[in-house]
């Protein structure tokens, strides 16, 4: 029956029924006389309701089935309304011949009632039975039905219980009855659950189903779901309020309790007592216990199989870190050594991690959502270190050009020093005063890198200055023998001695000795040594700074002529116009 037009009849009838004058206390004559009308009254709307339900059982017409619904429900509630006004008068007479009286009528009201549940709960099932053969466009219009149903018949519920407990207030042995009522209680509730259960189930196969297909296959499963999940609440909302009856009347309701809290997995829907709160707890536990003696064997020897494969996998990434180390430093590889460093270590980590997603796969772990968890940490990561992926990328480039290797003196990022090390990231540079800088490599290759010693051989360019009075040829003799003679200088290519440069102080020579890279300092400071004692020893000047200070004697002064003077400027500075170039008029 439509909820909808349950409350609003029901409002109707309860407005009416308000608005009229209370009755003047009746006579026992009289008040049987009525209990006579009101069972009559029972009966002929027992018989009217079951013509309204079996048309309603031919009849396929949705529009006429609501209308049928409506007017069972409307005579029902008037006939309960009739009901109720008749037990008030029974309540104001107050005697035992007007409570036995009232009795008979609660007897009758309470046996259409149990009709009227027994053909509820045929048309219940019926219900359920439509909805599993239903298409799913009308499987919500059948859920509605069942909806209906469920307030239907937990109304029916609450009004045989409503009447016992008058029947008992009176006096009168309900022993029988109540019994009877717990039983159908009890048997509702149980047929209840066992729905809940199907149906829960049912939901769960259709979310495995649903995480197996592809995106694209998913919509039509995601309806079918959302029906499912909608007849679950029903279920469990209906089950609650069967609940509430088995809960006044002293009824166990734990287990009940614990399938809400496991089909909702909320355990504010199902606790409402401490016993209840237990028996979940227990519940809960039990299926742990179960749940670890049946697949505790599955999962050691799925842990023995991940550790296997696991070491496998670190086994197998040794020794490809051994192949590619063999193969990276032969000799007819020509590898530098960042790059044999680079390799090694890579070959072997993605064997490791490759082996670590196979062991994953083969233990029954699905790597989808693994797989796109990294991908979305990829891009969230890549926006959070751009500066380290920018030191990642310059590393790379560095790798791939090689501007330097390990050992080598080069100049770069500001700091000049030997190579100790290098990353992906950063590179470790000793200075030549035995401090270590890490250098990101970002500022390495985004600046001009100088490698020192890149080269087997240099060029030892020097400097030496002599005074104009010295010979020429006796320097150019002394330097040549200097470095000549010394054993660390190259034959090939040839030293080059040239007068460089008539120097304001001084005649420049230079002094170009090609040496082997690791002898560069070692001859600069000896040909720089060598050539001040033979200097000394041959009498040739080593100049410095000069300059010539001419003192000029300042005539009196003059008596200056009223005119201006205008001043010039010139390579010593101001002079006033007329005055010679020594500063003299």
């Known amino acids: 029956m439509r909820t909808t037009a349950l409350l609003f009849i029901f409002f109707l009838t309860f407005s009416i029924g308000a608005e009229e004058a209370p009755p003047a206390v009746p006579t026992l004559v ?50 309960t309304q009739r009901v109720d006004a008749f037990l008030r008068q029974v309540e104001q007479v107050a005697t035992t011949e007007a409570q036995a009286v009232g009795a008979e009528v609660i007897r009758a009201e309470n046996q259409f009632f149990q009709t009227r549940l027994d053909l509820a709960s045929g048309g219940l099932r019926n219900l359920f039975e439509q909805y599993e053969k239903a298409e799913p466009d009308k499987q919500l219009l059948v859920l509605l039905n069942i909806d209906d149903f469920y307030s239907y018949v937990n109304w029916l519920l609450g009004e045989r219980q409503t009447n016992l407990k008058t029947l008992e207030g009176w006096g009168v042995d309900i022993r029988k009855e109540q019994r009877s ?16 259960r199907s149906s829960t189930r049912q939901r769960e196969l259709l979310q495995g189903e649903l995480k197996s297909l592809p995106a694209d296959a998913r919509s039509a499963f995601e309806g079918k779901l959302a029906t499912q999940d909608r007849l679950v609440r029903s279920a469990v909302n209906n089950l609650k309020q069967v609940l509430v009856l088995m809960e006044e009347q002293n009824l166990p309701v734990d287990q ?18 401490i016993g209840a709160m237990r028996t979940v707890l227990t519940g809960l536990w039990e299926d742990i216990q179960n749940w670890l003696k049946a697949n505790v064997g599955g999962i050691l020897s799925r842990v023995v199989l991940f550790v296997a494969l ?43 991690i490759f082996g670590f997603l196979f062991a994953l796969a083969q233990v029954g772990w699905d790597l989808t959502p693994v797989l796109t968890g990294l991908g979305v940490a990829g891009i ?97 003799a002394i330097l040549e023998e200097i470095v000549t003679s010394h054993p660390k200088v190259l034959k090939t290519p040839e030293h080059m001695i040239r007068l460089h440069l008539l120097n304001e102080s001084s005649v420049d020579f230079v002094v170009r000795p090609w040496v082997k890279t690791d002898d560069y300092w070692d001859v600069y400071w000896d040909v720089t040594r060598e050539v001040k004692v033979r200097f000394d020893q041959e009498g040739i000047t080593i100049p410095f700074p000069q300059r010539e200070l001419h003192m000029h004697t300042i005539q009196p002064p003059v008596e200056l002529s009223d005119e201006p003077i205008s001043l010039q400027r010139s390579d010593t500075g101001l002079r006033a116009a007329g005055e010679g170039e020594d500063g003299l008029v």
């Open 256 to 273: 009940y309790n614990e399938l809400i809290f496991k089909s909702t997995g909320n355990l504010a829907e199902a606790v409402v007592s």
């Open 30 to 79: 009289e008040l049987q006389a009525d209990g006579h009308a009101v069972k009559a009254d029972i009966d002929a709307t027992s018989k009217r309701v079951d013509r309204f339900e079996a048309n309603w059982q031919k009849t396929e017409s949705e529009m006429s089935r609501d209308l049928l619904q409506q007017q069972a429900v409307a005579s029902t509630l008037t006939m």
């Open 181 to 196: 009522l717990n039983r159908e209680i009890v048997q509702y509730a149980e047929f209840m659950a066992a729905y809940l």
């Open 310 to 352: 696991m070491g496998g996998a670190v086994l197998l990434g040794r020794l490809v870190r051994r192949g590619i180390s063999r193969a990276v430093t032969h000799k007819k590889a020509r590898f530098s050594t960042l790059v044999q460093e680079f390799f090694i270590t890579i070959g072997g980590n993605l064997v490791v």
């Open 380 to 476: 969230v990561i890549g926006f959070a270190l751009q500066d380290t992926l920018s030191n990642f990328a310059s590393g790379m480039m560095i790798l791939i050009y090689r501007p330097y290797d390990v050992g080598d003196y080069i100049e770069a990022g500001g700091v000049a020093g030997k190579v100790g090390k290098m990353s992906l990231v950063n590179t470790t540079i000793r200075t030549f005063d035995n401090q270590v800088f890490m250098v990101p490599n970002a500022k390495i290759w985004g600046e001009t890198i100088k490698n020192i010693t890149s080269e087997r051989i240099r060029r030892v360019d020097m400097v030496f200055g002599v005074a104009y009075t010295d010979n020429i040829e006796s320097v150019e």
